[in-house]
């Protein structure tokens, strides 16, 4: 485990070597939290990203929403959206999460995107709702704009909500792990899904939620929700 | 930090007192200057002497608040908040714990000083305790009241001074000054004092038909002592003395001496006078379809009323005395049809008309009690006397009573002997279902008859119910176990299914909740009073609830019937038949706000009943 961990570490201090001087170096070079942290004081960034489609080498990031979780508080003031210049057009996708192809030309370009979530993750453990989804898309945006992947500490709401469901009950049903499915799940009020910051909200608020049951109100740490 | 908004938190304050009278950008700042916590049922969010320097927003979820002796102050669903008093550095005096798994918006005292500082709306809010929110939502309510027609005094109405003479006056020439200055009535004072009233009428039935000598002093055919007013009255006061007392004439008084008098086509000037009219009409038909007629106008009268703003009360009296006239005329006319009554008897009506609290939706409560020497013999006549008014009331459009409380089920139709039976073995035998379906006959008025026999029987209760300790506990648990519709997830609990299906019930938790908890505070106290209102400023008198409790009790009951009395006018207008279900969507935010307010002083009063009467509380 310990090795593990150094190896991480060390992938981190290669790549921060290789990354151009900024906010990406900077987050590369700021160590995430340990996995033995108390998640009474687990600093994360809950995160959700907009996409174009699925595939992270095909499609492109079309906003990144997120809002710091300070130990068991959501932090209102540090929550952010931004929306970025997409290289492809919107096309479908707008149905779906709203952003137009206008609203997206006037978006920072993807460089810009990496760098600004770079900033907010430094010290934080990535926090999302499926997080491979937003791990492969951010890789893929920062290795084209800096040459560089995006490696991050995760923790998924969604692997969370399996344990909150039980592995024992069997099969869980179809859908029953999706975001919406799983706030309802515990009584958590709707959100507008697909907005970026709503997503990113929703995941901060399924969590506190998550960890209350998990952790039946005795310590937990950050490894144990990575288990 | 760019200033990106935060729509999920925005829209959230945006639809809650008292943030909604911020603008979007205030509310955009003001979110996020907050935080969001999470707390599972059972969690405490603060504890008495602890200090607290944060201001908590229910987002989801639910909390109770108690005091430091433990009682609950008030549960907060969705939008509502606490915290608020703690921030000059005072410790907590209240108790928080999460009822529900809870999910908190949480904004810093600083943050909160600012806003409150900036808009005297959002701090208003908060300094005010929720009984007085409640107290200036009934005010506002009866604010509108001042222009309207109804909100007239009796002085407004006086056009002329009183045309007056004295007693030794002739009858000849008391007619005399009648015909010269034009007037239907006469006043007849001594030494500056009324004594008496000479009317049109007088003269046609007490002199020309029967051949009276004109020349014998008016006071042998004046009516002595006359139903009078003062000009400080509400015309609607006199309005109701008219229509209850079959008069036209009110003479008005100033302490002793007369300044004028009121008539009822005075009244009926008024633009809302029209239940003086309808209880005219009532009297004049010589059928059951002509007072189905009459009956048939008292909704649109009703209608009329709420949009001039009358108080619900006020209504529920005029409603009463409308339903009082068509169950007298049909006594009536069944005593005309069936011959004279074979025995004494008194034809009693029960439960909300009894309260004087009659609403177009009532059904129809009522009973006969018979003279004791009443044989087997005039059971028929009796019999029958019940089919024709039930019937009659029942095509008046009064329902049926669902749980048979009617004169035609024989029993209900007893000598007076048997009711004191009946009485005696509901207060001293308690069976639980019977103490239930026996509530409602503790409310109960004379309308017809003998009225002498309901003064026995309330004599008797009056003296032997606060004795009574197990049917009051039964009482007492039934009217704490009709829960407010209070709800937690979506701030009131709708109807889950059926016809009513998401509609809020008034009736239930809400007007039906105060009626039995003011008639267990009554009969506790062995007092007479009848009307709600009054039974809990008797009890408060007694000492049988706080002052406090009391004054909110009232407020809530109030206001619970006016929000039903505009949804039923509302109905109404769209030819609905009226009744006690509201959809959320008719209600305005301040109604909602208030109802709910309400509702807690309710659930509050029922828990100290509870307690008092040692009943299980189930919350």
Redesign the interface.
């Known amino acids: 485990m310990i090795l593990h961990r150094l190896a991480a570490d060390l992938h981190r201090h290669r790549l921060a070597q290789r990354a151009p001087g900024g906010p990406l170096r900077d987050y590369l070079q700021t160590s995430p939290p340990d996995p033995g942290t108390a998640v009474a004081r687990l600093r994360l960034l809950a995160l959700d990203l907009e996409t174009t489609g699925l595939d992270p080498r095909r499609d492109a990031i079309l906003a990144a929403g997120f809002v710091p979780v300070d130990g068991l508080v959501v932090r209102l003031s540090g929550a952010d959206e931004v929306v970025c210049r997409a290289e492809v057009p919107v096309g479908q996708s707008a149905a779906v999460h709203g952003l137009t192809d206008d609203m997206v030309v006037a978006g920072v370009e993807p460089d810009e995107l990496v760098a600004r979530v770079a900033s907010a993750l430094a010290g934080r453990v990535l926090l999302a709702h499926h997080a491979p989804l937003e791990t492969g898309f951010l890789s893929a945006a920062s290795q084209r704009a800096f040459g560089v992947p995006f490696p991050a500490t995760v923790v998924d709401t969604m692997e969370l909500h399996r344990r909150v469901l039980g592995a024992a009950e069997g099969a869980i049903p179809p859908g029953a792990l999706r975001l919406p499915a799983a706030r309802a799940h515990l009584r958590l009020p709707a959100h507008r899904q697909h907005r970026a910051l709503g997503d990113a909200l929703a995941t901060a608020e399924l969590y506190l939620a998550q960890v209350a049951r998990l952790s039946g109100g005795r310590a937990m740490t950050l490894r144990a929700l990575q288990r | 930090?760019?200033d990106?908004e935060?729509?999920?938190?925005v829209d959230f304050l945006a639809q809650h007192a008292p943030w909604a009278v911020l603008s979007e950008a205030q509310l955009r700042a003001l979110?996020?200057?907050?935080?969001?916590?999470?707390?599972?049922r059972g969690t405490a969010l603060m504890t008495v002497g602890a200090p607290n320097d944060e201001v908590f927003v229910v987002?989801?979820?639910a909390v109770q608040v108690d005091d430091d002796s433990g009682r609950l102050v008030e549960r907060c669903a969705e939008g509502g908040s606490f915290g608020t008093t703690t921030l000059d550095g005072t410790r907590s005096r209240f108790a928080v714990t999460a009822l529900?798994?809870t999910?908190l918006l949480?904004l810093p005292a600083p943050a909160f000083r600012e806003v409150t500082a900036a808009h005297p709306a959002v701090d208003g809010y908060f300094s005010q305790q929720r009984a007085t929110r409640l107290r200036q939502a009934v005010e506002t309510v009866n604010l509108a009241q001042r222009d309207a027609a109804l909100q007239t005094r009796v002085g407004d109405l006086v056009r002329r001074p009183p045309v007056g003479t004295t007693a030794d006056t002739t009858i000849g020439d008391a007619a005399a000054i009648m015909a010269r200055e034009g007037v239907s009535s006469l006043l007849v004072v001594e030494a500056g004092r009324l004594v008496g009233i000479v009317t049109d009428r007088d003269l046609r039935n007490r002199v020309l038909a029967v051949r009276r000598d004109p020349t014998a002093p008016v006071a042998t055919i004046m009516t002595r002592d006359p139903v009078v007013a003062a000009p400080d009255d509400h015309a609607l006061d006199v309005v109701l003395r008219m229509t209850s007392r079959a008069i036209h004439h009110v003479p008005v008084v100033d302490g002793d001496e007369p300044v004028g008098m009121v008539t009822s086509s005075d009244v009926l000037r008024l633009e809302q006078a029209d239940p003086v009219s309808l209880v005219g009409e009532t009297a004049k038909q010589r059928d059951v379809d002509g007072l189905a007629r009459v009956a048939a106008r008292l909704p649109g009268v009703v209608e009329r009323l709420v949009a001039a703003d009358a108080s619900a009360d006020g209504v529920a009296r005029i409603v009463t005395a409308v339903g009082d006239a068509i169950t007298r005329k049909l006594l009536e006319l069944a005593e005309e049809s069936l011959g004279p009554a074979p025995a004494a008897y008194c034809w009693v009506v029960l439960g909300s008309q009894a309260r004087l609290e009659q609403g177009l939706a009532s059904d129809q409560d009522n009973a006969l009690i018979l003279s004791d020497d009443a044989g087997p013999e005039a059971a028929p006549w009796f019999a029958d006397l019940s089919r024709f008014v039930v019937d009659g009331l029942t095509r008046c459009g009064y329902p049926r009573c669902p749980g048979d409380v009617m004169a035609t089920n024989p029993a209900w139709r007893q000598p007076l002997a048997t009711w004191r039976r009946l009485f005696a073995q509901w207060l001293h035998v308690p069976v639980p279902e019977a103490v239930l379906r026996s509530a409602i006959f503790f409310d109960m008025r004379a309308v017809h008859g003998d009225a002498a026999v309901v003064r026995t029987l309330q004599g008797q209760v009056q003296a032997t119910a606060p004795q009574s300790t197990r049917f009051l506990a039964h009482l007492a648990k039934h009217a704490v176990g009709n829960e407010p519709p209070l709800g937690f997830?979506r701030g009131f609990v709708l109807e889950r299914r059926g016809e009513h299906r998401d509609t809020l019930d008034l009736k239930r938790g809400g007007v039906g909740a105060v009626v039995e908890i003011a008639r267990t505070l009554a009969l506790t106290r062995g007092l007479p009073q009848l009307g709600t209102s009054m039974r809990i400023t008797a009890a408060a008198g007694a000492g049988a609830i706080a002052p406090e409790s009391a004054a909110d009790l009232r407020d809530a009951y109030e206001y619970i019937r006016h929000v039903r009395l505009v949804h039923q006018a509302r109905q109404v207008r769209a030819g609905v038949a009226p009744d006690n279900f509201v959809p959320p969507a008719e209600l305005s935010g301040f109604d909602k706000r208030h109802l709910r307010d309400a509702f807690a002083v309710v659930r509050g009063v029922q828990h100290t009943l509870a307690q008092a009467h040692s009943v299980g509380f189930v919350s």
């Open positions: 930090m760019p990106v935060i729509p999920e938190v979110a996020r200057r907050m935080s969001i916590r999470y707390a599972r987002r989801s979820g529900e798994d999910l949480v997830f």
